[in-house]
């Protein structure tokens, strides 16, 4: 093989042609003859992953949109307060309970109501409600701790659901896992590592269980395999007459009450890309 010149500058200012090698093959003999690493496969070869397993989600309407909850996936469902997510929330835990799946509720701010969650048809020997923070004393508690004691209150409860909701997530055996951040403040909700959300979502990956997070916008970001933002219409008659000696649940509160729900992130090769939505009325379920 000729040689190619190249041209370069010698100390006497001038140009002179200097002659390339004359074995260039030698470069890829030694490239080729080095160890092929361990361990990678060719894209090429790569098998696809299968479509995860659908289950109900407790809504009709949201089942014929989302075609169901994916297990070994992280969904999210967002929105407003009075949005209607608690209400998707227990239809969720109820569904799971109903077919006999062990659940687990990582409730942050303490905003679960049993009597919403005994009207919406959830069974309670199924499920394992984890209330995050600790209550704090009001009174005799020194001026100069206050700051902290207020600083402990927000922050706390949101360390220890990510803590907890590694524990369960390892432990295995949970068919429906919830992490309910509604209530929590935006600017900590915000706070939470994509780390950590993307630690969940692989903790699940190749488990029959499905993580669910209820936030006010979204937040798990990529690492959410299904993204539904939900929000309330219009709030019809109550379901029954309310006295001042009874007390509403927020079921029947919120019976009647137009949710719509939009469809914003699905990864599931079954589902179309694009922003659909679909529309369903909350209704208390008798106990």
Do not use: Y
């Not at 029959?208 to 937040?219: A, E, G, N, R, Y």
């Amino acid at each position: 093989m000729s040689s190619l010149p190249l041209v370069s500058t010698a100390a006497s200012g001038r140009f002179v042609a200097v002659a390339a090698p004359a074995c260039p093959t030698l470069v890829f003999e030694r490239l080729s003859a080095m160890p092929k690493l361990a361990g990678v496969i060719p894209a090429s070869r790569l098998e696809v992953r299968p479509a995860p397993q659908m289950v109900s989600s407790g809504v009709r309407e949201i089942d014929a949109l989302t075609g169901g909850l994916p297990r070994g996936c992280l969904t999210e469902v967002c929105g407003p307060a009075s949005s209607g997510r608690t209400s998707v929330l227990l239809a969720a835990l109820a569904a799971a309970t109903q077919r006999q799946e062990v659940c687990a509720l990582v409730d942050i701010s303490d905003a679960f109501n049993p009597h919403s969650a005994a009207a919406a048809g959830v069974n309670f020997e199924k499920l394992l409600w984890v209330r995050c923070g600790m209550r704090l004393q009001q009174s005799g508690s020194p001026q100069r701790h206050r700051n902290t004691e207020k600083k402990e209150k927000i922050e706390k409860p949101v360390e220890q659901a990510l803590r907890v909701t590694d524990l369960l997530l390892q432990s295995g055996g949970f068919g429906l896992v919830v992490i309910d951040l509604g209530d929590t403040p935006l600017k900590m909700a915000r706070c939470i590592p994509l780390t950590s959300w993307f630690r969940f979502q692989r903790a699940v990956e190749h488990t029959p269980t499905v993580l669910f997070v209820i936030s006010q916008v979204p937040c798990a970001q990529t690492c959410a395999s299904l993204l539904l933002k939900v929000s309330g219409k219009k709030l019809s008659a109550f379901s029954c007459q309310l006295s001042a000696e009874t007390s509403p649940t927020h079921a029947q509160l919120l019976n009647g009450l137009q949710i719509q729900g939009e469809l914003l992130r699905s990864r599931l090769e079954r589902k179309p890309a694009g922003s659909v939505t679909a529309a369903f009325t909350t209704k208390v379920r008798a106990g």
